[in-house]
């Protein structure tokens, strides 16, 4: 049922393949021509300034989105064309948590597994193994609606990752995970990368991605304006950490006369 | 109710893999909407996380449909042949069955809250369809069975026990060409013309069907049974007998009852195949795109919106705010309740459609047992018919307040627990003065200026008694039924399929007060009186609604 790795998966294409991609909402462009190509077992994150186009360029290769000029691959087939096909193939664990509240995490496990064609006993026990290691093993019967945000994000995890899928995108993946899960979730991405899994990696957090991605993909305005691994950013002068070089590529600078002003709006009531 | 539903559909596992349906996708999907059907969802849910959802309201609705359905089954006994009760019964349950599913389940086809769960999974369009469809059967069916209750025993009282099969599969097929036709309908528009026009047509076929179910009873029905033996003895030898579906469900009966005749078999035939027709050309020619189209409802305008406000414009919300609200906190808090109702979604397409009935309505009653429409207005001032006017909006605006406690986007409401008020209270009372000045009062003022166009002088005291007791009902349902925060409650569907049904309970109060108002007509100082008491009751409310503390509001949400 699923494509688990077996000896025809040892596949050397790149796992992701986008050519030209744009994309318009009415009259304002949101992708202005993306290419991009992600091998197999890759990591790569995909970070940019709010409103730049990521989760746009994710929703289009997760084969949500259409309506889309150019090409994207994923997994060997055209998300155009055959999105069941890719969707799957591929695992998604979105930005804001969208799940049934109403729903217990196993009732909504067993829903998601279904879905993907797991027999009811095979999506107990991965449901049941994957939350106890991220901490949730006591909670299996209650109700979503009842859950902080980060439980709320190990369900989604999980609901992203149980039916084993060749390319993971994950979106904001550790917002709200206390500090032992997210030590837990990093160590599960490294390791799913050396399985052959390919990971698309969307993130604010620059100093995990700086660690967990072996290349990353900048995108500001609907373009990619800065594509290699971190070493290689640097060596391209930009600066020492990567929220360095990232603040360098997508502001203007200036950051602290921005803040400067933002504290000074105070002073501006207290005059009137 | 999840069990046997799903054992149900369990039989007819084959059909939808026939119909190019994934069967195990389906069950999964059916099974998740129907468990958190059972389930409330909303602000304080989380209070009491395994009490099952009371679903009163729904059973009420049953109730109220099963009473109203016993009449119009007892035409079995009355009219003869059966081609023409049996007609006029599926007529009725049709007619109840696509007013049911345009006001309450067009949402649940084309719902888009879980498209970031259900998109990026494999499932297909046909699957999603089918499963959606399921659904709204789940509770079509059981409003059709208590239509029908009274048919069934009345049937099967006179032609005996094999009635309750033919009637029953007549049923099935009935509520399947009344989805598959809805369903054809707005995934056509859906595709073709785009989600901003398919509301609108969603009301306009509201419109329709309120007005033809109105005047069918008004007119058409008496004429039908007077005529009945006469001239449609033969009615299944004229031409468009054919086009009617309630006579193609009525035939299979017609020949039970011993009437085999060729039309009849023809009928029956039309009855066998086109619903499963409807429903296979909707889900093999349509389905497959309907997730691009669920992606498209939810995308935004792309930032049509953006108006160029002058600066330092008052805003009409802003000056409303400051005549109708005492300090600045009021002001704000109406001021933003005023903007939300405005442009939440959801509220405006469930407030909308329930006031069209006002109208035609009104005009039905109005113009009942006239020759003509000239004669009915030339004779209107004489009578006490605007009171049937004012009192019908009496009982179908007021349950607008309800409404503005539901919303999709229910997790918003945070902001209010978060402000600093000691009790709930105010935003609850500023809640009512806005969905009333929004809503209800300019529909009344409407219905009043008409009033008095056509009546003239001697009705003002009856528009101002009216407008108390609108006040009065409005507070008085606002304290009873919508003590929750605003927009605070996810609508579940089993409190969208109590909507419709729910809207007649409503009629019962203001019925009362108008039947009292017209006692008391003869007297006006008494009618004084009656105003003057309905604005002091009407103060009883309102007060109990400002001291709401908030464990009250915890217990009205659960």
């Known amino acids: 049922m699923t494509p688990d790795a077996g000896p025809d998966s040892v596949r050397t294409d790149p796992a992701i393949i986008v050519r030209g991609l744009r994309k318009s909402y009415g009259t304002r462009e949101v992708l202005r021509g993306i290419d991009l190509e992600v091998a197999r077992g890759q990591v790569l994150g995909y970070i940019g300034p709010n409103g730049a186009g990521k989760t746009t360029t994710v929703k289009i290769l997760i084969g949500v989105l259409d309506g889309f000029e150019g090409q994207a691959i994923v997994c060997g087939h055209d998300v155009a064309r055959q999105p069941l096909e890719v969707k799957r193939r591929i695992g998604y664990v979105p930005e804001s948590a969208a799940l049934y509240e109403g729903l217990t995490p196993r009732e909504y496990l067993r829903f998601i597994g279904r879905i993907h064609g797991l027999a009811d006993c095979e999506i107990d026990r991965r449901g049941a193994r994957m939350l106890a290691q991220l901490g949730l093993s006591d909670e299996l019967d209650d109700r979503i609606a009842t859950f902080s945000k980060g439980m709320r994000q190990k369900v989604l995890l999980v609901a992203g990752m149980m039916h084993n899928p060749e390319v993971l995108f994950l979106d904001e993946p550790l917002s709200g995970l206390d500090a032992n899960a997210v030590v837990v979730v990093k160590e599960i991405i490294a390791r799913l990368a050396r399985r052959g899994k390919t990971i698309f990696y969307c993130s604010h957090v620059m100093d995990v991605v700086e660690r967990v991605c072996d290349r990353i993909a900048i995108i500001d305005d609907g373009r990619i304006i800065a594509d290699g691994s971190f070493e290689e950013l640097q060596a391209a002068g930009r600066g020492e950490s990567l929220e360095r070089i990232f603040t360098q590529l997508t502001s203007a600078g200036g950051h602290e006369q921005a803040a400067e002003a933002f504290i000074r709006a105070f002073d501006v009531e207290m005059r009137a | ?558």
């Open chain 2, 1 to 558: 109710m999840t069990r046997p539903v799903l054992y149900l559909f369990d039989r007819l596992a084959g059909l939808v893999r026939r119909l190019g349906g994934d069967y195990p996708q389906f069950r999964a999907i059916l099974e998740a909407k129907l468990i958190l059907d059972s389930r409330r969802q909303g602000m304080f849910a989380d209070l009491h996380p395994s009490r099952q959802k009371k679903r009163g309201a729904f059973n009420l609705t049953l109730l109220l449909f099963a009473c109203m359905g016993a009449p119009v089954g007892a035409t079995l006994l009355m009219v003869e042949p059966a081609l023409m009760s049996m007609g006029t019964i599926h007529l009725f349950i049709m007619t109840m069955m696509t007013m049911s599913l345009l006001a309450d389940f067009s949402s649940v086809l084309l719902d888009t809250a879980d498209n970031l769960i259900l998109l990026p999974r494999p499932v297909s369009g046909r699957t999603l369809v089918l499963a959606r469809l399921a659904h709204i059967a789940t509770y079509l069916g059981l409003l059709a069975l208590s239509l029908s209750l009274g048919s069934l025993v009345f049937g099967t009282w006179k032609w005996g026990l094999a009635f309750a099969p033919v009637f029953v599969v007549a049923l099935a097929l009935s509520m399947l060409l009344v989805l598959s036709l809805a369903g054809i309908l707005y995934l056509c528009v859906l595709r073709f013309a785009g989600r901003e026009r398919l509301r609108d047509i969603i009301v306009y076929a509201q419109v329709v069907m309120t007005a033809i179910v109105v005047l069918g009873y008004q007119r058409v029905l008496p004429r039908l049974m007077v005529l009945a033996e006469r001239r449609f003895a033969g009615l299944e030898h004229r031409g468009w007998a054919y086009l009617l579906p309630p006579l193609w469900l009525a035939a299979p009966l017609d020949i039970l009852a011993g009437r085999m005749a060729m039309p009849q078999i023809i009928m029956t035939v039309e009855a066998l195949i086109l619903p499963p027709l409807a429903l296979l050309i909707l889900v093999r020619h349509l389905a497959p795109r309907f997730q691009e189209s669920l992606a498209g409802l939810e995308a935004g305008p792309g930032g049509r919106f953006v108006r160029q406000a002058g600066p330092r414009r008052q805003s009409l919300a802003g000056w409303i705010a400051s005549v109708v609200s005492r300090d600045r906190t009021g002001q704000a808090l109406f001021e933003f309740l005023w903007r939300l109702c405005s442009r939440d979604r959801h509220l405006k397409m469930r407030a909308y459609p329930n006031l069209l009935f006002i109208p035609i309505a009104a005009f039905g009653i109005i113009a009942a047992g006239q020759r003509d429409l000239a004669t009915a207005l030339e004779q209107l001032p004489h009578t006490s018919k605007h009171l049937v006017a004012l009192y019908v909006a009496c009982a179908t605006v007021p349950p607008i307040v309800v409404l503005a406690g539901y919303s999709d986007e229910y997790e918003a409401a945070w902001i209010f627990l978060a402000l600093p008020f000691r009790r709930p209270g105010r935003v609850l009372l500023e809640t009512v003065k806005v969905v009333g000045l929004r809503f209800v009062l300019p529909i009344h003022a409407a219905i009043c200026a008409l009033v008095l166009l056509v009546w003239g002088r001697c009705a003002i005291l009856d528009v101002l008694v009216a407008t108390a007791a609108l006040v009065l009902v409005t507070v008085s349902l606002a304290y009873l039924m919508a003590r929750r925060l605003p927009f605070s409650q996810r609508m579940g569907t089993g409190q969208r399929a109590g909507g419709f049904g729910g809207a007649f309970l409503h009629l019962v109060v203001p019925a009362l007060i108008g039947v009292t108002h017209y006692a008391l007509r003869p007297r006006p100082w008494t009618l004084v009186g009656l105003m003057v008491a309905f604005l002091l009751a009407a103060a009883v409310p309102a007060r109990a609604i400002v001291r709401t503390e908030w464990a009250g509001i915890r217990r009205a949400s659960q």
